[in-house]
């Protein structure tokens, strides 16, 4: 069953404060993503796999194409989907983990992971117990569990992050190199969640960097560069 | 005839204002009657006596005066204080009516912080010096706010100020011009006069007629009107009660004043209404201090 | 998705004299939804808060709001007492500064409960209970409840004026810069009050502030005036990260990266 389908997408940036000069980015993207399916994208930096990614969970625009997402009841297309229906989307659909945590002031790091289960209706106790679990398999000392994340470490805070990107079920999930610079023990523990994720029927699309760790989750590899725009 | 011998005797039309002055008046009074409350707006005139000294109670007795009224001015509940000599004075003189000290007697009552303590019947008036008649001022300096305020009956922020008392007296500790609705609709400053006299107001068979000179309003109480003192559930409204009796007569239940007897905290408190202390005296009713030789018996200056 | 949105703005227009205010600015909110409003100063952002708000009269167009009763209402035609019935009870106002939006003459709980009473409760245990539980809920001590607000910080002061917002459960709030003027550290915690009180309180918000971080923080959707008019708008992050108008690039390039 097809989740994700990317329809002939393009995308440039115009830099008006460079004399209105365009950046081409990508063009002519088309890929389908199946339910428990993970595609890796690949190519070098700079290529647009971030972009690609962005367009899909509607943080960029994207200039022509479509991006259909099945959320089960609807098609929705995120390409020319309202605000509101990619909000809609984000929280019951759609999940993003990047490796950088936007830290809120003042919110605890049980919170920060249990928020996206709060958000879906769960009860405090259960999404508490459920953020409790994740942060223990991610090698969170719980000692900080309590602590607002602004002064963990980078690797810290970034597993806070991961934890809350795979904590909620999404239908579509989308990763911006989960992985990078976490230790062997805790990019280990990220395939765990990946593969259970794909178990459990998700479908992926992933940016690793790391072959290591895109040999072990992706099922197949896109190659970025062959919708180099012109 | 009698209003041509005091022009003829003063040189001023009978009650000092010009007829035309007195109708205007009187328009602003029926309409106050007719919306009980309601502060209506006049055109105040200047008076022989500053501002501040009673100049709209003074043109709202001028308007409705006659002849054959008799009058009495109290001025914190006495009749002999300088203000309300004055006042009575005048009248004598312009109007040449007979004056009273004796609220049984009088048709018409102008008072100044107080409403009598003998029970006014349907055939007497009292009228109200008013200073200050808006009572959302604490809430909202602007004119143009509080008349809007008071067209659309909003009047929840008046709580506010009863808050702030309980707040910080643990009670509402407003003791006077204590806040009233006036026949469910007009919130009202039923002026200074201590919140004891509140219960006077409601279904009085006297007409109550209010005059603010500076403030140029006129408003009014008809006779049997509900007036019902604002309040909380929880913090009912309460008249001040007073532990002993009046020092002279021997009165309970009346609005007492606190007079100093000498350097040496030496004190007792008396009727604040002269002529009611004096009515009991006369009667044989004789207090804690009555004959003791520091009093005259004539009741206390204040 | 279908549910019908709490408020229409269509066609606000707003001339002073001459001078333009703001031009033919349309969009819906719903339930539970945060609007944040930016641009510089004289873009026309407050003055489109007061078309909303009903503090300033259109030149042109209409705000509708869905009233409690189900009913959609075109604000200008409200009568007077339902639009202050409609101010004091379904809406909240958080002004930039404090001392426009509190009482400075009577206490904090005074201040709080001031709503409460002027739409008809009088009961003073319950008035007071119910702004004991509104200033524990902003942060501010229990014990500073009869204190004047003119003893209270800047930051404490504007927490005060949050909580007199919503002790009626308003269901849209209007918030004019409720941050400026405070110092940075003041503000992070106000940010992160008005967010938790946000979210937990379902409130849609339409949110005015020259600050591109508050509203990435608060709000869901973005809008960028110039001169009178929305030159952007969008979902936040998308307009923030991928801004297409000239003007809203230089606005994002001119903050400093945290």
Known sequence: ?230 | MSEAIATERTAYNFAYLDEQTKRAIRRAILKAIAIPGYQVPFASREMPMPRGWGTGGVQVTAAIIGPDDVLKVIDQGADDTTNAVAIRGFFTRVANVATTTRTVEATIIQTRHRVPETPLNADQILVYQVPIPEPLRFLEPRETETRKLHALADYGTMHVKLYEDIAHFGEIATTYAYPVTVDGRYVMDPSPIPKFDNPKLDDCPALQLFGAGREKRIYAVPPHTRVVSLDFEDHPFAPQRFTEPCALCGATGVFLDEVILDDRGGRMFVCSDTDFCNGRQAAGHRGRLAGNPIESGEGADV | ?258
Request: with cysteine; proline share 3%; net charge negative.
């Open chain 3, 1 to 258: 998705m279908c549910e019908e949105p709490l408020l229409i703005a269509e066609g606000l227009t707003k001339f002073y004299g001459a001078r333009l205010g703001c031009r033919d600015v349309s969009f819906t909110l719903h339930a539970g939804e945060v609007l944040a409003v930016v641009g510089e100063s004289g873009s026309g952002k407050s003055t489109l808060l007061g078309l909303l708000s009903t503090e300033l009269a259109p030149s042109a167009g209409h705000v509708r709001y869905s009233m409690r009763d189900g009913s959609l209402r075109d604000l200008a035609e409200l009568s007077e007492p339902e639009r202050r019935l409609l101010l004091r009870t379904d809406w909240g106002f958080v002004r930039q500064s404090p001392e426009a939006g509190l009482r400075m003459a009577v206490s904090a709980g005074a201040n709080v409960g001031e709503r409460l009473m002027a739409v008809g409760w009088r009961h003073y245990g319950n008035i007071r209970g119910a702004a004991a539980d509104w200033l524990g809920r902003v942060e501010i001590a229990a014990d500073r409840i009869d204190d004047s607000p003119k003893s209270f910080s800047g930051g404490m002061r504007q927490r005060l004026q949050i909580a007199r917002n919503l002790v009626t459960a308003p269901r849209l709030v209007f918030m004019d810069e409720p941050t400026g003027g405070l110092d940075v550290s003041v503000q992070a915690r106000l940010l992160d009050l008005i967010r938790s009180l946000v979210a937990d309180l379902g409130l849609a918000v339409v949110i005015v502030t020259h600050d591109l971080a508050v509203a990435r923080l608060l709000s869901h959707r973005i809008m960028v005036m110039k001169e009178g008019c929305v030159i952007e708008e969008g979902l936040t992050d998308q307009v923030l990260d991928d801004p297409q108008a000239a003007y809203t690039q230089l606005l994002v390039s001119s903050v400093l990266q945290s």
């Open chain 1, 1 to 230: 069953m097809t989740v994700l389908d990317v329809q002939d997408i393009a995308k440039s940036f115009t830099l008006h404060l460079r004399g209105g000069l365009t950046l081409p980015v990508v063009a002519g993207v088309s890929f389908e993503v199946a339910a428990g399916e993970c595609v890796a994208l690949g190519g070098p930096s700079g290529a647009g796999k971030s972009s690609i990614l962005k367009m899909i969970y509607g943080n960029y625009r994207t200039d022509a194409g479509r991006i259909l997402i099945d959320d089960g009841a609807a098609v929705i297309d995120v390409a020319s989907a309202s605000p509101r229906e990619i909000l809609a989307l984000r929280a019951t659909t759609l999940g993003y983990v990047s490796q950088f945590l936007r830290v809120i002031p003042r919110v605890a790091a049980l919170d920060i992971v249990a928020e996206p289960l709060r958000a879906r209706g769960i009860d405090t106790t259960e999404a508490n117990a459920r953020a409790s679990a994740m942060l223990k398999r991610l090698n969170l000392p719980e000692r900080l569990w309590h602590l607002p994340p602004a002064t963990f470490s980078g690797g810290e805070q970034q597993r806070v992050n991961i934890a809350r990107g795979f904590i909620a079920d999404t239908r579509l999930l989308l990763l911006d190199e989960p992985t990078a610079s976490l230790d062997g023990a805790n990019r280990d523990a990220v395939i765990g969640l990946i593969r259970d994720k794909r178990a459990a029927g998700t479908a992926l699309v992933g940016i690793f960097h790391d072959d290591e760790v895109r040999d072990a989750v992706a099922d197949r590899t896109l190659d970025v560069r062959a919708f180099a725009a012109a």
